[in-house]
Nanobody, 123 residues
Framework: QLVESGGGLVQPGGSLRLSCVAS????????MAWFRQAPGKEREGLAG???????KYADSVKDRFTISQAITEKTITLQINSLKPEDTATYFC???????????????????WGQGIQVTVSA
């Protein structure tokens, strides 16, 4: 089970910190990633941490998004800075057993998903 938190309404230019508690997962065996989906758009991979610890970002967000993991707390965090209206979407945490780095941001390669959390960027 993956449980996301930290979403909400934020003004443009603001920051958010999304958290995903993955209490049943061992990060050395599971790759974790964040995705988002806006209405009418495909699910988009944002950032991921391979089971080895390697981190991957989508080019579109690498300057503003930071992913991290807290192994003891079994939590994956996505820090989002300089939020823009186009960041408005439902954000999802996902896990995949030994998903390789090259496929980290492919939504079809991770098989367990959180329920999603809404992020709205608006003045």
């Amino acid at each position: 089970q993956l449980v996301e938190s930290g979403g909400g309404l934020v003004q443009p230019g603001g920051s958010l910190r999304l958290s995903c508690v993955a209490s049943e997962y061992t990060f050395s065996r599971y790759s974790m990633a964040w995705f988002r989906q806006a209405p009418g758009k495909e699910r988009e991979g944002l950032a991921g941490i391979e089971h080895s610890g390697m981190i991957k970002y989508a080019d579109s967000v690498k300057d503003r998004f930071t992913i991290s993991q807290a192994i003891t707390e079994k939590t994956i965090t996505l820090q989002i800075n300089s939020l823009k209206p186009e960041d408005t979407a439902t954000y999802f945490c996902a896990a995949g057993f030994r998903t390789p780095y090259s496929l980290l941001l492919d939504p079809t390669k991770l098989d367990t998903w959180g329920q999603g959390i809404q992020v709205t960027v608006s003045a």
